[in-house]
């Protein structure tokens, strides 16, 4: 008789002990939580309203032309573009740089491109350019001869060159 109270009394204390220690342990190893993006529809912005917003930019920075490091009217390289406009636009802070850049948010891998999304190029051996997509395969972008412009990805040049696009985070 005293065997079966010790073992089912061991049993009764190390069944809660091994769920606390699971429980513990398990708290331990979680996950950072992850960043969900947010899309620009997701700041209650229709694709209609991102896209007019973007031409909005474009006719107030139409043909400023393109300077390396810029980030005035003065001239303005293609990286500062998208990060003016997203937070004059969409009160949206993105990095600095097409190399930042083309690690912010999420890739798109679908071809299921979004008036908003960061369009990527490699121009050269260790060149980049971004622009953002309007939608209908034209984007928005600042050019070295043309200065602020929309372009064609339907256009040979960009299609030879294209990188990647981005779906940004907020």
Known sequence: MRDDFTTRSIRDLAVPAL???????????????????????????????????????????????????????KGIDCSAFVQLTYRQQFGVNLPRTTKQLARTGNQIVDGGLRAGDLILFKTGWNDRHIGMYLGKRSFLHVSETKGVTVSSLADSYWQDHYWQARRVFR
Request: net charge positive; hydrophobic share 40%.
């Open 19 to 73: 769920i606390a220690i699971l429980l513990l342990s398990m708290a331990g190893c979680g996950k950072a939580p992850v960043r969900q993006p947010v899309f620009l529809p997701e700041l209650g912005l229709s694709t209609a309203e991102v896209k007019n917003r973007l031409l909005s930019q474009y006719q107030e920075w139409k043909g400023i032309r393109y300077r390396n490091g810029g980030q005035s009217r």
